[in-house]
């Protein structure tokens, strides 16, 4: 059951993501001087009125930190053990810190399966809208211990643009090791912070460089995709450095201390949440210029039809998210299918049936 609060609604929603390479020193140990002053701009952000989440990179490297694996074994093992002993010192620290300002925060361990499904997605969805209407700060983290391979999110990342996204926060905020983005890479004299990002995503491939930082899995190229998908469905990112003592409160006074890619318009959460399922489609959809043409049009609006249906591949269940492309193989969108893929491909190229993908459920990319 989901809860609806005037009291959360009413309240500005941030979701900040802060980096391994934030709130670890050079050794790779935890910065707890960092990690203080950060919870402390996390406490003045909800005393002035904001509902925070905080997504936390750092278990893996706490875990390192607090033992070393004395034997042998594979990097994933590896990975596991060492989240399932940083992530219990990790949220020790949080929690010591919090207290300190009489604030209480929980611990949300995520996988990528918990956003595909939609019921688990809804469930995750109350116990945040639950945590925020008793004034609890949410503390979010993937669940490295059962996250492997297909499980993997890319990084925390994208977990802090689902939250954002399940969250319909006004902002994202994520912290990083540098400035925000540079027109070349951030150690170069020459090279220069870029304030302001427009969301096109072929006006930013030429310039982003795709290093990855020291600890973590992420790179630039990664929050830039995230913060693209977010500005289509309303939403805010800056990227800024979070070893500026300063940096929440600029953003939370509409200054911009690092790069800023703007929120474009608004969809409905089903949307939202269609939004961050690219690449966990049940199947896909081909479909003839004809179609494709309707679909992208700003005059009509039109929902997917089998007469415009070439061919149809993989197995799906009626709600399932499916793949639509051309004859050339070009992604055209995503959308929840009407009917099985079993029914569906007894009816390609008919006219008069009800359409595979009813409109409200497309997403299209234009």
Same mark, same amino acid.
């Given at each position: 059951?989901?809860?609806?609060?005037?009291?959360?609604?009413?309240?500005?929603?941030? #979701?900040?993501?802060?980096?391994?390479?934030?709130?670890?020193?050079?050794?790779? &140990?935890?910065?707890?001087?960092?990690?203080?002053?950060?919870?402390?701009?996390?406490?003045?952000?909800?005393?002035?009125? =904001?509902?925070?989440?905080?997504?936390? $990179?750092?278990?893996?490297?706490?875990?390192?930190?607090?033992?070393?694996?004395?034997? *042998?074994?594979?990097?994933?093992?590896? *990975?596991?053990? =060492?989240?399932?002993?940083?992530?219990?010192?990790? &949220?020790?620290?949080?929690?010591?810190?919090?207290?300190?300002?009489?604030?209480?925060?929980?611990?949300?361990?995520?996988? !990528?399966?918990?956003?595909?499904? *939609?019921?688990?997605?809804?469930?995750?969805?109350?116990?945040?809208?639950?945590?925020?209407?008793?004034?609890?700060?949410?503390?979010?983290?993937?669940?490295?211990?059962?996250?492997?391979?297909?499980?993997?999110?890319?990084?925390?990342?994208?977990?802090?643009?689902?939250?954002?996204?399940?969250?319909?926060?006004?902002?994202?905020?994520?912290?990083?090791?540098?400035?925000?983005?540079?027109?070349?890479?951030?150690?170069?004299?020459?090279?220069?912070?870029? !304030?302001?990002?427009?969301?096109?995503?072929?006006?930013?491939? $030429?310039?982003?460089?795709?290093?990855?930082?020291?600890?973590?899995?992420?790179? &630039?190229?990664?929050?830039?995709?995230?913060?693209?998908?977010?500005?289509?469905?309303?939403?805010?990112?800056?990227?800024?450095?979070?070893?500026?003592?300063? #940096?929440? $409160?600029?953003?939370?006074?509409?200054?911009?201390?690092?790069?800023?890619? *703007?929120?474009?318009?608004?969809?409905?959460?089903?949307?939202?949440?269609?939004?961050?399922?690219?690449?966990?489609?049940?199947?896909?959809?081909?479909?003839?210029?004809?179609?494709?043409?309707?679909?992208?049009?700003?005059?009509?609006?039109?929902?997917?039809?089998?007469?415009?249906?070439?061919?149809?591949?993989?197995?799906?269940?009626?709600?399932?998210?499916?793949?639509?492309?051309?004859?050339?193989?070009?992604?055209?969108?995503?959308?929840?299918?009407?009917? $099985?893929?079993?029914?569906?491909?007894?009816?390609?190229?008919?006219?008069?049936?009800?359409?595979?993908?009813?409109?409200?459920?497309?997403?299209?990319?234009?």
């Amino acid at each position: 059951m989901l809860i609806h609060d005037t009291k959360v609604n009413r309240l500005k929603t941030i #979701v900040v993501k802060v980096g391994t390479n934030v709130i670890s020193t050079p050794e790779g &140990m935890i910065d707890h001087a960092l990690l203080k002053a950060l919870v402390n701009q996390l406490v003045n952000l909800k005393a002035s009125g =904001y509902s925070v989440i905080l997504v936390s $990179s750092g278990a893996v490297g706490a875990g390192k930190a607090a033992m070393r694996i004395p034997y *042998r074994t594979n990097k994933v093992v590896q *990975r596991q053990v =060492y989240s399932a002993v940083g992530q219990i010192k990790l &949220m020790n620290f949080y929690d010591n810190l919090f207290n300190e300002s009489d604030l209480h925060c929980a611990q949300i361990l995520a996988t !990528k399966e918990d956003f595909r499904d *939609r019921n688990h997605y809804l469930n995750m969805k109350s116990c945040f809208k639950g945590l925020l209407r008793d004034e609890i700060i949410p503390i979010v983290n993937e669940n490295d211990v059962t996250s492997v391979t297909e499980l993997m999110f890319t990084d925390n990342d994208e977990l802090a643009g689902l939250i954002a996204s399940m969250l319909n926060a006004e902002k994202l905020v994520i912290l990083t090791n540098v400035d925000g983005v540079f027109n070349g890479h951030p150690d170069d004299s020459e090279s220069q912070l870029i !304030k302001e990002i427009d969301p096109d995503p072929e006006k930013v491939k $030429s310039f982003i460089t795709p290093v990855k930082s020291s600890f973590g899995r992420g790179g &630039m190229l990664t929050k830039i995709a995230i913060a693209q998908k977010l500005s289509k469905i309303g939403i805010s990112t800056y990227i800024a450095n979070g070893k500026n003592p300063e #940096v929440l $409160s600029d953003i939370a006074a509409e200054k911009n201390p690092g790069t800023l890619i *703007r929120s474009s318009k608004k969809l409905s959460n089903l949307k939202k949440w269609m939004a961050f399922q690219e690449g966990g489609e049940a199947g896909t959809v081909i479909i003839n210029e004809g179609a494709k043409a309707a679909l992208r049009s700003h005059d009509l609006v039109s929902s997917l039809l089998f007469v415009g249906i070439v061919n149809i591949e993989g197995d799906f269940k009626k709600h399932d998210i499916i793949r639509i492309i051309d004859e050339k193989n070009q992604n055209v969108g995503i959308g929840l299918a009407g009917i $099985s893929s079993e029914k569906a491909k007894k009816l390609i190229g008919k006219k008069g049936e009800k359409p595979l993908i009813h409109y409200n459920y497309l997403l299209i990319n234009n």
